[in-house]
Each structure stands twice: as structure tokens, then as C-alpha cells.
């Protein structure tokens, strides 16, 4: 079975800081690693994934997410937190026998101080 | 280009009673999953129709069932709704059922019940 835990329901931090949100995942197959933002009555949209290939994946609004297999892990990282950053964010797995089926994890509520 | 949308946007029903909720796919998507998200946590999958077939089935009783139809859209029923029952309910689309296809979310139906 797999499954996604996200370290820290709520992070905060100051415009211009460093965002780091954590993802650690379970999987006896090789997965496939998502990030969704979710801005208040909205839906989910995906930052980036990650499938194959290289394991440093770019996304929009300027994040990143490095897959570490050694640790199980798929943090996303922004160098600089902008207002319009604060959100909901989840990762998710997958994996090529799931036909699609997301696992997600319970959510980082990010804020952004100015 | 129309994205995925959803109807109605919110919904109140009481115990015991039935609820559709619709969804119409993005132009060109023949695959919808539906999801639940309780209030803080994450979604989680509830099932998935694939050129109106069901394609995959997540940890819910029966009495959560769907359909697709030939232009793709769907809907999810819900029989004998319980109080667990309230929450935001996502649609989300995909040009096919592969496993890491991006999934376009809608803006979910808010249900409650009463």
C-alpha cells in the first residue's frame, strides 16, 4: 500500500523567506510524486511531478521538489515566499498500477507574513 | 478552453436522503475521478470512469456510485446520505486514464448534511 505523510499541517513564514514544505512517502514501487496548491474555494492545481528521469523537477510559480529515494521524500522548496503563496498544499502518489489513482497526503496550510 | 466544471456549487441535504452532483469534463478529457475531501484533511479517491466504465474504485460502500456518459461528463450519486458524508467533492479530469497523466481539478461541491 502506499501512502504520504506531509510533516507540519500549518508553516509560516516571512515574505522573501525560504519556503520548505515536507512530503515523505510509502511505496514498495517505484512512484510517481505530485504537488498540488489549493487556494480557498478553488480546486487543486498541480506545481510540478515527478514520473522518471531527473530528480530535481521544476514547477510554476517558481518551486521546486527533488526526489530522494534514499529518504523517501519529495519536499517542495521556493527560495523566495511571495503573498499570492499562501495556500493549501498536498502532496500525492502513484504509482504505474493504479490507474491513476492519487494517494494524498492531510495537506500544509502555508501562510506568508509581510 | 473550458476547464473542468462542477454543479451545484454548494448543496444541503439531510440523513437519509439521495444527492447527484455533476461534473463536465475539460474539452478533449475522456477520464474523470471523483474525490472527497473532509474538512482538513486531504482528498481521497473514490472512484474513476474511463470512457464510461468504471475504472478503479477507492475504500467506499456502494452506496456511492457514478456514471460517465458519451460526451465524458459524469455524475456521482450518493444514497442514504450520512452526517460523515459532508464535505467538499472534486471532480477532476485527464486526457486519458494513465497513471500520470495530469489530473485538472474543478472547484468541488461543498455537500452538507444536516
Same mark, same amino acid.
Given at each position: 500500500?502506499?501512502?504520504?505523510?506531509?510533516?507540519?499541517?500549518?508553516?509560516?513564514?516571512?515574505?522573501?523567506?525560504?519556503?520548505?514544505?515536507?512530503?515523505?512517502?510509502?511505496?514498495?514501487?517505484?512512484?510517481?510524486?505530485?504537488?498540488?496548491?489549493?487556494?480557498?474555494?478553488?480546486?487543486?492545481?498541480?506545481?510540478?511531478?515527478?514520473?522518471?528521469? #531527473?530528480?530535481?523537477?521544476?514547477?510554476?510559480?517558481?518551486?521546486? #521538489?527533488?526526489?530522494?529515494?534514499?529518504?523517501?521524500?519529495?519536499?517542495?522548496?521556493?527560495?523566495?515566499?511571495?503573498?499570492?503563496?499562501?495556500?493549501?498544499?498536498?502532496?500525492?502518489?502513484?504509482?504505474?498500477?493504479?490507474?491513476?489513482?492519487?494517494?494524498?497526503?492531510?495537506?500544509?496550510?502555508?501562510?506568508?507574513?509581510? | 478552453?473550458?476547464?473542468?466544471?462542477? =454543479?451545484?456549487?454548494?448543496?444541503?441535504?439531510?440523513?437519509?436522503?439521495?444527492?447527484?452532483?455533476?461534473?463536465?469534463?475539460? =474539452?478533449?478529457?475522456?477520464?474523470?475521478?471523483?474525490?472527497?475531501?473532509?474538512?482538513?484533511?486531504?482528498?481521497?479517491?473514490?472512484?474513476?470512469?474511463?470512457?464510461?466504465?468504471?475504472?478503479?474504485?477507492?475504500?467506499?460502500?456502494?452506496?456511492?456510485?457514478?456514471?460517465?456518459?458519451?460526451?465524458?461528463?459524469?455524475?456521482?450519486?450518493?444514497?442514504?446520505?450520512?452526517?460523515?458524508?459532508?464535505?467538499?467533492?472534486?471532480?477532476?479530469?485527464?486526457?486519458?486514464?494513465?497513471?500520470?497523466?495530469?489530473?485538472?481539478?474543478?472547484?468541488?461541491?461543498?455537500?452538507?448534511?444536516?
Amino acid at each position: 500500500a502506499q501512502s504520504v505523510t506531509q510533516l507540519g499541517s500549518h508553516v509560516s513564514v516571512s515574505e522573501g523567506a525560504l519556503v520548505l514544505l515536507r512530503c515523505n512517502y510509502s511505496s514498495s514501487v517505484p512512484p510517481y510524486l505530485f504537488w498540488y496548491v489549493q487556494y480557498p474555494n478553488q480546486g487543486l492545481q498541480l506545481l510540478l511531478k515527478y514520473t522518471t528521469g #531527473a530528480t530535481l523537477v521544476k514547477g510554476i510559480n517558481g518551486f521546486e #521538489a527533488e526526489f530522494k529515494k534514499s529518504e523517501t521524500s519529495f519536499h517542495l522548496t521556493k527560495p523566495s515566499a511571495h503573498m499570492s503563496d499562501a495556500a493549501e498544499y498536498f502532496c500525492a502518489v502513484t504509482n504505474y498500477n493504479q490507474g491513476g489513482k492519487l494517494i494524498f497526503g492531510q495537506g500544509t496550510e502555508l501562510s506568508v507574513k509581510p | 478552453e473550458t476547464g473542468v466544471t462542477q =454543479s451545484p456549487t454548494h448543496l444541503i441535504k439531510t440523513r437519509g436522503q439521495q444527492v447527484t452532483l455533476r461534473c463536465s469534463s475539460q =474539452s478533449g478529457h475522456n477520464t474523470v475521478s471523483w474525490y472527497q475531501q473532509a474538512l482538513g484533511q486531504g482528498p481521497q479517491f473514490i472512484f474513476q470512469y474511463y470512457r464510461e466504465e468504471e475504472n478503479g474504485r477507492g475504500n467506499f460502500p456502494p452506496r456511492f456510485s457514478g456514471l460517465q456518459f458519451p460526451n465524458y461528463s459524469s455524475e456521482l450519486n450518493v444514497n442514504a446520505l450520512e452526517l460523515d458524508d459532508s464535505a467538499l467533492y472534486l471532480c477532476a479530469s485527464s486526457p486519458d486514464r494513465g497513471q500520470y497523466n495530469e489530473q485538472f481539478f474543478g472547484p468541488g461541491t461543498r455537500l452538507t448534511v444536516l
